[in-house]
């Protein structure tokens, strides 16, 4: 059901989330861009702008590695000085009285960890841009350390211990899907009543599988993002209004 206003959308929300006992939140990159974070898909978003370099090029040429970490740093800034928006809040303040267990993220931005979420508590399906590893050894390396190198001229620096590439610990396309945290992600979406899709467009897989795995095993699937998605006509409500103004009401103390 698509809700015909926000008034009665947040109420009937409000109804769900009172009633459920297990809430699993997915994110997507739309709950932050009210944090300053431009998301891929809208207009004027990242996929505009840049083609994405995939896991192969990146192992494969020294050039991609560069534009790779070049576009990494020139996004530091907003990486760097984004705070939790309403909607990593709502999900906080939820977290803190028991209802959310945990939070399944497409996002590598860190956000949910800073709004109060233990780190253990944050699914990160697409890792973390936060911090660099080496795609080799798995060596954690800090961006501090990356850029101290890469600044003099441009070179993507390798693992000092194993000489491989050292690449932000984020999902690319084209590479393997973290095991661990796909199957903790798998059964929270078979254990809990309701499940919220947040600011996804649901068209990356295998992520956007997890709603609809909710969705069969009985839970309740709501989904809130301003745009329409492939899974809008399997939801039990639909939200296409502003992530903030949705679960701004649901920020306590
Ligand atoms: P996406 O860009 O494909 O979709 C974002 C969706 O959010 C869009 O449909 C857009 O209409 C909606 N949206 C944006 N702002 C909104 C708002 N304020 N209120 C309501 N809806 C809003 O993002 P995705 O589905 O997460 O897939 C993109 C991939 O890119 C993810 O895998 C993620 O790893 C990565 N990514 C992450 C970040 C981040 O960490 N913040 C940013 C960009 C991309």
């Avoid at 803190?96 to 956000?111: F, M, Y």
């Avoid at 903790?184 to 899709?197: H, K, N, P, S, T």
């Avoid at 095993?217 to 301003?226: D, H």
Wanted: hydrophobic share 45%.
């Amino acid at each position: 059901m698509i809700a015909s206003d926000l008034r009665t959308g947040v109420e009937r929300l409000g109804d769900m989330i009172a009633a459920a006992k297990v809430i699993v939140p997915f994110t997507g990159a739309g709950i932050s861009t009210e944090a300053g974070i431009p998301d891929f898909r809208s207009p004027g978003g990242l996929w505009t702008r840049n083609r994405p370099i995939g896991f192969d090029e990146f192992v494969a040429s020294q050039d991609a590695r560069d534009e790779s970490w070049r576009r990494r740093f020139a996004m530091d800034a907003t990486f760097a000085q984004a705070r939790p928006a309403r909607g990593h809040r709502a999900l906080a303040s939820l977290y803190r009285a028991g209802k959310i267990p945990a939070v399944i993220t497409q996002n590598i931005d860190n956000l949910h960890q800073a709004s109060g979420f233990a780190a253990a508590d944050v699914i990160e399906l697409h890792g973390n841009t936060t911090y660099a590893r080496c795609i080799g050894c798995g060596q954690r390396y800090e961006l501090s350390w990356v850029k101290e190198r890469f600044e003099p001229d441009g070179a993507a620096p390798d693992c000092t211990i194993c000489n491989e590439p050292v690449k932000t610990a984020t999902i690319s396309f084209g590479q393997a899907m973290p095991e661990a945290e796909m199957e903790r992600a798998a059964a929270l979406a078979q254990q809990c009543d309701l499940f919220i899709a947040i600011g996804s467009s649901l068209v990356v897989w295998p992520a956007a599988g997890f709603p609809l795995m909710a969705k069969k095993a009985g839970a309740k699937l709501v989904i809130i993002n301003r745009e329409q998605t492939d899974q809008d006509d399997v939801a039990d409500l639909v939200l296409r209004y502003d992530i903030g103004e949705t679960l701004g009401p649901f920020v306590g103390n």
